[in-house]
């Protein structure tokens, strides 16, 4: 396939969608090697004349920065800083997720404000495109100067240390590099910190999370349309000019989807004999459109982060600067990653509770929506085990961003826990498309129950394929696998 070229132009979280195929090759531009190549040399034309410290470069790291290390001892400092750095613990960091953090440094160190060589980021990039993925577990990171341990653990290869994962088994590294022919890299002045400094870990989560909630999003408004109708529910809520009046955008775009959605359905049109729904069907547009309004504030900040340098010091070339600042620091992604978490739990419980009211033996539906209940407990426990993870998505969702403890002596008084924010919104996404396949399971089985009146087109269309591999549910049988089932055709939508 073509290469993806890493140019210096604003990209948004479109523009690197190709990056996702595990066949996707990268390369760097022109102008890209020519800012690395500027901004390594003016630091190594910088420290020939430079007589007072420059922190990290010719100083400890963090409350060792009054420390100040000889010129022969730079390279011995730098690889010191990724190997005792790499203290990640915890899961192992999903394969995906480890590519696209390894594209995200990349990318930052790219625009030339890092001082790292160029054969150093081409190494990274080699990895990427032969699919060497270093191995990088899930705990250790504070979010503060970066994401130091988990980015070291990813660092460790470059130097001919920890391990890989290649086609399909886990490797050392030392092996790996023989058989690519790459011999380990000596770090020069600043590179290990080039490499450890910055928030690719966060970031990587922070973007995979949120392409998944977007489709989510869309998929809660198909199977909520479903749950309406097979509940006999009223279309009147969605009608645009009660929207109009209180014009907040994800309610109106809502809206205008489950209108679209239920175009053409049988029920909808039919007389009810109730003037009103509960808020959980009713309030539709305002819950999964206030969802809709967060994600695109979420969205602008990861955006931002992509186009973004995020490790220290900053060297920047043109203003003759080299500056110890804090742009490694998580808070713009922590608080982003928080309000992730917060929203989907919302739309995971608004479609816990719509699984409640279907279940409850209302508007004509037999209670737990079996044809003989009490001989048969039909749905009544899926509904306990999607409230199980709804209520662990609540707790998932206590913000870690409001947290914060000392590091390196006093030094890092404050810290993001950014990383914290974004495996545990990794977590409450995950379980989202749990829930809303357990309310799909029991849609599809409520609106059998409505026959011979049918739904609108998209909606039959959708519990067609949804019957390829669940079940009407006659009588009571073994549910642990229909559920897995439901699970897997909701990951698998588009």
Same mark, same amino acid.
């Given at each position: 396939?073509?290469?993806?070229?890493?140019?210096l132009?604003?990209?948004?979280l479109?523009?690197?969608?190709?990056?996702?195929?595990?066949?996707?090759?990268?390369?760097?531009?022109?102008?890209?090697?020519?800012?690395?190549?500027?901004?390594?040399?003016?630091?190594?034309?910088?420290?020939?004349?430079?007589s007072?410290?420059?922190?990290?470069?010719?100083?400890?790291?963090g409350?060792?920065?009054?420390?100040?290390?000889?010129? !022969?001892?730079? =390279?011995? $400092?730098?690889?010191?800083?990724?190997?005792?750095?790499?203290?990640?613990?915890?899961? /192992? *960091?999903?394969?995906?997720?480890?590519r696209?953090?390894?594209?995200?440094?990349?990318?930052?160190l790219?625009?030339?404000?890092?001082?790292?060589?160029?054969e150093?980021?081409?190494r990274?990039?080699e990895?990427?495109?032969?699919?060497?993925?270093?191995?990088?577990?899930n705990?250790?990171?504070?979010?503060?100067?970066?994401?130091?341990?988990?980015?070291?653990?990813?660092?460790?290869?470059?130097?001919g240390?920890?391990?890989?994962?290649?086609?399909?088994?886990?490797?050392?590294?030392?092996?790996?590099?023989?058989?690519?022919?790459?011999?380990?890299?000596?770090?020069?002045?600043?590179?290990?910190?080039?490499?450890?400094?910055?928030?690719?870990?966060?970031?990587?989560?922070?973007?995979?999370?949120?392409?998944k909630?977007?489709?989510?999003?869309?998929?809660? !408004?198909?199977? =909520?349309? $479903?749950?309406?109708?097979?509940?006999?529910?009223?279309?009147?809520?969605?009608?645009? /000019? *009660?929207?109009?009046?209180?014009?907040?955008?994800?309610?109106?775009d809502?809206?205008?989807?489950?209108?679209n959605?239920?175009k053409?359905?049988?029920?909808?049109?039919?007389?009810?004999?109730?003037?009103?729904?509960?808020?959980?069907?009713?309030?539709?547009?305002?819950?999964?459109?206030?969802?809709?309004d967060?994600?695109?504030?979420?969205e602008?900040?990861?955006?931002?982060?992509?186009n973004?340098?995020?490790?220290?010091?900053?060297?920047?070339?043109?203003?003759?600067?080299?500056?110890s600042?804090?742009n490694?620091?998580?808070e713009?992604l922590?608080?982003?990653?928080?309000l992730?978490?917060?929203?989907m739990?919302?739309?995971?419980?608004?479609?816990?509770?719509r699984?409640?009211?279907?279940?409850?033996?209302?508007?004509?539906?037999?209670?737990?929506?079996?044809a003989?209940?009490? $001989?048969?407990?039909?749905?009544?426990?899926?509904?306990?085990?999607?409230?199980?993870?709804v209520?662990?998505?609540?707790?998932?969702?206590?913000?870690?961003?409001?947290?914060?403890?000392?590091?390196?002596?006093g030094q890092?008084d404050?810290?993001?826990?950014?990383?914290?924010?974004?495996?545990?919104?990794?977590?409450?996404?995950e379980?989202?498309?749990?829930?809303?396949?357990?309310?799909l399971f029991?849609?599809?089985?409520?609106?059998e129950?409505?026959?011979?009146l049918?739904?609108?087109?998209?909606?039959?269309?959708?519990?067609?394929?949804f019957?390829?591999?669940?079940?009407?549910?006659?009588?009571?049988?073994?549910?642990?696998?229909?559920?897995?089932?439901?699970?897997?055709?909701?990951?698998?939508?588009?």
């Open positions: 396939m073509d290469y993806f070229h890493l140019t132009k604003e990209h948004s479109d523009d690197i969608e190709p990056v996702f195929d595990p066949e996707a090759r990268i390369k760097l531009s022109t102008e890209a090697q020519t800012r690395i190549k500027r901004c390594r040399d003016y630091l190594d034309e910088k420290m020939k004349s430079q007072t410290p420059i922190y990290g470069i010719t100083t400890g790291f409350s060792l920065c009054n420390i100040s290390v000889s010129k !022969d001892q730079l =390279a011995q $400092l730098q690889r010191n800083l990724v190997v005792s750095h790499a203290c990640g613990i915890g899961e /192992e *960091v999903p394969f995906e997720i480890v696209l953090m390894m594209f995200l440094k990349i990318r930052s790219s625009y030339g404000y890092s001082g790292i060589r160029t150093t980021v081409e990274l990039v990895m990427f495109n032969n699919r060497v993925y270093p191995v990088v577990y705990q250790g990171s504070l979010g503060a100067s970066g994401d130091l341990a988990p980015l070291a653990n990813m660092s460790l290869p470059l130097l240390l920890g391990e890989v994962n290649y086609d399909g088994k886990r490797y050392q590294a030392e092996e790996i590099n023989k058989k690519f022919g790459w011999s380990p890299l000596t770090l020069s002045s600043k590179e290990g910190l080039a490499l450890l400094n910055g928030t690719q870990f966060m970031l990587a989560y922070s973007i995979y999370c949120l392409r909630a977007k489709r989510l999003t869309s998929l809660a !408004d198909k199977i =909520a349309a $479903l749950s309406l109708d097979a509940f006999d529910g009223r279309v009147e809520p969605f009608t645009h /000019e *009660v929207h109009a009046v209180r014009p907040h955008k994800g309610q109106i809502t809206a205008e989807a489950i209108r959605i239920l053409g359905s049988e029920i909808v049109q039919h007389h009810k004999e109730h003037v009103q729904d509960p808020y959980s069907f009713r309030c539709v547009p305002q819950v999964h459109g206030a969802v809709k967060a994600l695109n504030f979420i602008k900040s990861f955006t931002t982060e992509l973004s340098a995020t490790d220290n010091p900053t060297i920047i070339p043109e203003s003759d600067l080299i500056i600042a804090g490694f620091h998580g713009p922590a608080i982003p990653l928080d992730l978490a917060i929203s739990a919302e739309l995971g419980s608004i479609s816990e509770r699984t409640y009211q279907l279940i409850s033996g209302k508007r004509g539906l037999p209670s737990f929506l079996v003989h209940p009490g $001989l048969n407990s039909g749905f009544m426990i899926p509904q306990y085990a999607q409230a199980s993870v209520s662990q998505n609540k707790q998932l969702s206590t913000p870690s961003c409001v947290d914060t403890i000392d590091s390196s002596q890092e404050h810290v993001s826990m950014g990383a914290n924010a974004a495996t545990k919104a990794l977590r409450v996404i379980n989202i498309e749990k829930i809303l396949a357990i309310e029991n849609a599809a089985q409520a609106l129950f409505r026959r011979p049918k739904s609108s087109p998209v909606i039959e269309e959708f519990v067609a394929e019957r390829k591999v669940v079940p009407f549910i006659e009588e009571d049988e073994v549910m642990y696998t229909h559920i897995a089932n439901a699970i897997e055709f909701v990951e698998q939508q588009k």
